[in-house]
């Protein structure tokens, strides 16, 4: 599987984004892999952001992105999308998307449990 984020740019807040993680499964479907967004600021460990089961009911986000986030997926274009709106300073940092099928519920915002990542894609939110 080959994941390949996009979107990223430079934003002022309060303003919005779209990142995009489009993959690669080497022919086969896109079912059953969960896909996540974590990020990463400098000097700052990764932390999970958002994630959403293959299928599309279920979506996860953590506390300080919810509300202003949202994950949502098209399986047929194995694309996976991060709408993020009302943006803060604080949200600048290099987010990167992750899958992995076999997910299970209570490690979906751990990123040992998935396997591929992508490049990553930088997002600066201007004050």
């Known amino acids: 599987v080959q994941l390949q984020a996009s979107g990223g740019g430079l934003v002022q807040a309060g303003g919005s984004l779209v990142l995009s993680c489009a993959a690669s499964v080497s022919g086969r479907t896109f079912s059953g892999y969960t896909v996540g967004w974590f990020r990463q600021a400098p000097g700052k460990e990764r932390e999970f952001v958002a994630a959403?089961?293959?299928?599309?009911?279920?979506?996860y986000y953590s506390a300080f992105v919810k509300g202003r986030f949202t994950i949502s997926r098209d399986n047929p274009k194995n694309t996976v999308y991060l709408q993020m709106n009302s943006l803060k300073p604080e949200d600048t940092a290099v987010y990167y998307c992750?899958?992995?099928?076999?997910?299970?519920?209570?490690?979906?915002?751990?990123?040992?449990?998935?396997?591929?990542w992508g490049q990553g894609t930088q997002v600066t939110v201007s004050s």
């Open positions: 992750a899958t992995s099928r076999g997910v299970i519920t209570s490690a979906t915002m751990a990123a040992n449990s998935y396997g591929y």
């Open positions: 959403i089961r293959w299928s599309g009911a279920n979506t």
